[in-house]
């Protein structure tokens, strides 16, 4: 699980259904969504 930081709740928390991604330049990031409220969460870096 990682950790990323809902815009909504305004509080960090665990990734549902997170999936890795690559950005269009190239750098790793995972993308998910809150557990809490259903919001999309992005991290960059893995």
Known sequence: MTEAY???CKAKRE???EEKITM???KPATK???PVCG???FR???
């Open 15 to 17: 990734m549902k259904d």
């Open 24 to 26: 269009k330049n190239g």
């Open 32 to 34: 998910g969504t809150c």
């Open 6 to 8: 809902c815009v909504k």
């Open 39 to 41: 919001t999309k969460m």
């Open 44 to 46: 960059i870096g893995g």
